[in-house]
């Protein structure tokens, strides 16, 4: 379904060339849930970015579905992939009911019968019909997070990409999330990209995962090698040494 072959993204910052992600390759299989894990400034999220079109890549090899993808995207592409970002409070507008914001999606891309798939959306989250009409501000993290979600799944896409879904909300309330995200990727038979720093989530959700350092990618290993310690690279060993107790929780 996706296949990113030699990636790479420069920015500028006064005057001086960032490397962000350097000769980064993978691919990810239909349905397959697929984790990419890193500390902070490792170049997870700019990867994740670079396949949505939201920053440009140089000289990037990368196709969707058997489709070649520039930065500029088409409709139909939109309608393939979505994108969960990582702050709720910060990609909701805040002058938005979560009516106007399940709407536009629908209404840009003329989609028919619009309150029932409003109402679909929310109820696929666990929201009820009362928070419809509310504003982000009246709701809370875990709830402005659903709303994101479903806002993302109301089209239907068969992608969904995912930049540390859980790492802004409470600790109480980020297993839910997990578990709803688990839940829906069944239900809508989704290949799904992960993002997270934390090795615990991504154990939970992926099948594979991308092991990122300084911008590259060091390792490739599937969850059940990382549990035994199968690890090759340093780097990823250390990792692993770090989050000594994760457990790969059964979803509800």
Do not use: W
Request: glycine share 8%.
């Amino acid at each position: 379904m996706i296949r990113v072959n030699n990636l790479s993204v420069t920015f500028r910052h006064g005057g001086r060339p960032i490397h962000a992600v350097q000769g980064v390759s993978f691919d990810v299989a239909d349905g397959e849930a697929f984790g990419i894990v890193g500390e902070s400034g490792s170049g997870k999220s700019t990867i994740l970015k670079a396949i949505a079109g939201l920053v440009e890549a140089q000289s990037p090899s990368l196709t969707i579905n058997g489709q070649a993808m520039g930065v500029r995207r088409s409709k139909e592409d939109r309608l393939l992939m979505q994108f969960v970002f990582q702050d709720p409070y910060g990609s909701l507008h805040p002058r938005q009911t979560v009516d106007d914001m399940l709407r536009e999606p629908l209404l840009i891309h003329g989609v028919a019968d619009i309150a029932a798939k409003v109402n679909e959306a929310l109820a696929d989250v666990g929201l009820l019909a009362q928070h419809r009409f509310r504003y982000p501000h009246q709701l809370s993290g875990g709830q402005r997070q659903r709303v994101a979600i479903a806002r993302a799944l109301i089209l239907k896409p068969r992608v969904l990409l995912l930049d540390e879904p859980t790492s802004a909300l409470d600790v109480s309330i980020q297993a839910e999330i997990l578990n709803l995200i688990a839940r829906l990727r069944r239900s809508y038979q989704l290949t799904s990209i992960l993002v997270s720093h934390d090795l615990g989530v991504v154990a939970h959700l992926c099948n594979r995962i991308a092991i990122m350092q300084q911008g590259r990618l060091v390792e490739l290993l599937d969850v059940e090698a990382l549990r035994r310690s199968e690890a090759k690279e340093p780097y990823t060993r250390e990792l692993i040494a770090a989050s000594r107790g994760f457990t790969r929780a059964a979803s509800a």
